[in-house]
């Protein structure tokens, strides 16, 4: 699903978070596609005039198959869109239950605290300065540039992207079991 919201120019700021979920949905990504309709129905209330570039929602399934519709989005708009996309955010798992982990038993305790655990970035270092600035001034913690294994995979390496994930330090890994989320 894609939504436009033209700008004064045609750059395009591209914001996209996935609708489904194998467990976990409200969190995983039920936050990442609330996020993406708040920026919407904020961005909508604008006049045009006050929207220096033109903002592009992508609403994606698939993602925990192989992320078909983003991959699909990029190869449609590879030639079209994509060249003018000056940043793409994707908004996946945007809150998460802190907890502390103990190392020698492999358990966590609960916070019961939201805990912002970093901001995946490309390899563009234009945005990922902007990014640790931001990070460093808003006192959350830098990204460490570390091979995609997100979304981000999917996203032709000339377009700057970022995830903005809570997601804990075992998303997506060996470790990620549903008895453990």
């Not at 919201?5 to 936050?31: K, R, W």
């Not at 994707?90 to 020698?104: C, F, K, M, P, S």
């Amino acid at each position: 699903v894609v939504g436009v919201l033209p700008g004064v120019s045609d750059e395009i700021v591209l914001i996209g978070a996935h609708y489904d979920s194998t467990y976990g949905g409200a969190m995983d990504n039920g936050t990442g596609v609330a996020g993406m309709l708040a920026l919407m129905r904020h961005y909508a209330a604008k006049a045009r005039s006050e929207r220096p570039r033109t903002l592009v929602f992508l609403a994606a399934g698939g993602h925990d198959c192989g992320d078909f519709d983003l991959t699909h989005f990029m190869q449609t708009h590879l030639e079209d869109m994509l060249p003018r996309v000056i940043t793409f955010a994707w908004l996946d798992h945007l809150a998460a239950a802190g907890t502390i982990r103990v190392t020698q038993s492999s358990v966590d305790i609960p916070t019961g605290l939201d805990e912002i655990r970093g901001v995946l970035g490309s390899f563009n270092p234009v945005l990922l300065n902007l990014v640790l600035q931001e990070c460093v001034q808003n006192g959350v913690v830098p990204p460490i540039p570390l091979p995609i294994k997100s979304s981000l995979a999917r996203v032709p390496d000339f377009v700057p992207s970022f995830d903005i994930t809570t997601a804990h330090s075992r998303y997506h890994t060996i470790e990620d079991t549903i008895d453990r989320i």
